[in-house]
């Protein structure tokens, strides 16, 4: 076997389209940056000081809240770090950091998700056993499975990327994932790519199973019941449904990336696709949550009418 060059940084591709106007997309990622953790913060704080609000399904919209500030912390430091950057450069150690992060992050969305399809089902079929079914400690363990398991799941397939060694330096997105950083391994990626198609559908089948179901029993209740019952679930469940859309529209736009040929689409649209499951989820999450749902919006009132 010849001997190879080992790689121990990797050159982020896609900011040289960005190079043009980079402080105006520096000014503009800062923003983002600080709208996102702020504005979750608002809804984390909220929910913290009102006793009121310390029910089951708000405790799950707080959970969502932190996973939009862990990925937000993932990403953006390392973005306004590179866009003043003239070398777009990044250290093995930095990317494989990265990587856990981010895709933990997603993963820990999609479970989130989940588990709030799973409180509304239990919220709108059997009102009466609510808080007996979803209690204090059920609610904990829920939330900690939601990290816990995607985690632990993606932790394993993580240490088979750990372990390779690159030869290449090229990585065509402005932030390290794992399947970008695998296509420049040294050697064959056949079974890693195999193993990470399988962790796929173990971190995406089971929640998807669990969302469809909530809803699918959510609908039968509500063609039985009255146009006052199903006006109030449709009140209470469509903050959910536009949260799942929006994380689900991100999915897909990474999916088509990893999976297909997308050559013919320019660059920029590539990033903007690449970014919006970073973005999109963790800025709109409690704007969602802080304008429909009544209670929130009237605790975030009365904080800053007391401000």
């Known amino acids: 076997m010849e001997n190879v060059s080992v790689v121990t940084s990797f050159i982020l591709q896609p900011f040289t389209e960005l190079e043009d106007h980079r402080y105006l997309y520096f000014t503009s990622f800062l923003l ?7 504005t979750n913060l608002i809804l984390i704080t909220v929910i913290y000081i009102d006793r009121g609000l310390h029910e089951p399904m708000y405790f799950l919209i707080c959970n969502l809240a932190m996973n939009g500030i862990y990925g937000s912390l993932s990403l953006f430091p390392s973005v306004l770090v590179n866009l003043m950057s003239h070398t777009y450069e990044i250290s093995l150690t930095a990317c494989l950091l990265q990587i856990f992060c981010i895709h933990t992050y997603a993963a820990v969305e ?8 799973y409180d509304r089902f239990v919220a709108i079929c059997h009102p009466l056993h609510y808080h007996q079914l979803m209690s204090h400690r059920k609610v904990c363990t829920l939330m900690a499975l939601s990290w816990i398991y995607p985690c632990i799941l993606f932790g394993l397939y ?8 690159f030869c290449a330096r090229i990585i065509e997105k402005v932030y390290c994932v794992n399947f970008e950083l695998v296509k420049l391994s040294c050697f064959e990626t056949t079974i890693q790519s195999k ?3 399988i962790v796929t559908i173990f971190v ?27 006006a109030k679930a449709i009140q209470t469940c469509t903050p959910h449904i536009l949260a799942v859309i929006n994380n689900a529209v991100g999915i897909l736009f990474e999916i088509m990336q990893t999976r297909f040929n997308v050559s013919h689409i320019p660059n920029k649209a590539l990033i903007f696709m690449s970014l919006y499951v970073m973005i999109f989820p963790p800025l709109f999450n409690p704007v969602i949550y802080g304008i429909s749902i009544q209670t929130i919006r009237a605790q975030i009132v009365k904080l800053f009418s007391a401000k």
Do not use: N, W
């Open 32 to 38: 983002l940056f600080m709208l996102m953790v702020l």
């Open 110 to 117: 999609f479970s989130s998700l989940a588990v709030m399809g």
């Open 158 to 165: 993580f240490t088979l990327t750990v372990q390779r060694t």
């Open 195 to 197: 193993v990470g198609f």
């Open 204 to 230: 995406i089948v089971p929640q998807l199973i669990m969302i469809l179901f909530s809803y699918a029993q959510i609908l039968r209740i509500c063609l039985l019941a009255s146009k006052e019952s199903q």
